[in-house]
């Protein structure tokens, strides 16, 4: 087997090589990409979960509190009318004034802290029903990439130890020109000459080289884009 015929087998298996990867697409991307926001919204709901129960720990402690400094005012406005002077009325007054302040803190950071938890389990409906949707939307998924890649694996195995054999048969200078030129023009590294144009350029190809590409002589490239030439008899 010639060089260019060599060259000609190692692309047509990274042709079906790259064949199978179109098959499966993005859906390998897609499936990380869905798993990813699958972990971050049970992430998002164990930390809402673990919010609200702190929530309703501190909301519980100014209940209390406040059924606490309720109890304290209801009990000094009763000994406002016991009292036997004004300094002791003042005091107990001032006890009074400074109790509500206390009391007005406390019902400002429960309804502060109340809305933060009805914000929260809002925000927790939500995501427990995108999470149930897209958990579904991965299993479908996942379902089918399974199947896909059960398919296209024995033979993308047995693809893959063809290319490894094709490409110990060629030297290493060869083997740099195809891989740069694979990578250059998207994995279409050798081309029919189809009259006297190149096959993947269009360009002018000269008799001489026409000729030889012809018997077989190279492997000889096009002087436009650099793909290596070959010919196919009818």
């Known amino acids: 087997m010639s060089v260019i015929q060599q060259i ?30 699958e972990i971050g919204l049970v992430q998002s709901i164990e930390d809402g979960k673990t919010r609200i129960k702190a929530l309703e720990l501190e909301l519980n402690k100014f209940d209390s509190l406040m059924t606490d400094y309720n109890d304290k005012i209801d009990k000094h406005k009763d000994q406002l009318y016991l009292v036997t002077s004004n300094k002791q009325y003042d005091a107990l007054q001032h006890e009074i004034d400074f109790i509500k302040n206390k009391l007005d803190e406390i019902e400002t950071k429960s309804l502060e802290f109340t809305e933060e938890k009805e914000s929260i389990e809002e925000r927790m409906k939500s995501e427990e029903e995108n999470l149930e949707s897209l958990s579904k939307d991965l299993v479908e998924r996942r379902e089918n990439l399974e199947v896909l ?17 094709e490409r110990d048969n060629l030297d290493f200078t060869t083997l740099f020109r195809y891989d740069r ?30 000729s030889e590409v012809k018997a077989g002589k190279g492997p000889k490239t096009c002087d436009s884009c650099s793909r290596f030439l070959y010919y196919e008899s009818n």
Not at 152 to 159: D, G, R
Not at 184 to 210: D, K
């Open 149 to 165: 890649m059960n398919d296209s694996s024995e033979e993308k195995a047995k693809l893959d130890k063809e290319r490894e054999k």
């Open 8 to 37: 000609v087998a190692l692309q047509k298996i990274d042709s079906q090589l790259q064949d199978i990867a179109e098959l499966l697409g993005d859906l390998p991307g897609k499936v990380d990409a869905l798993k990813d926001e």
């Open 181 to 210: 030129i694979h990578q250059a023009h998207r994995g279409l590294s050798v081309v029919l000459v189809e009259g006297s144009a190149c096959g993947g350029c269009g360009a002018f190809v000269p008799p001489q080289i026409v």
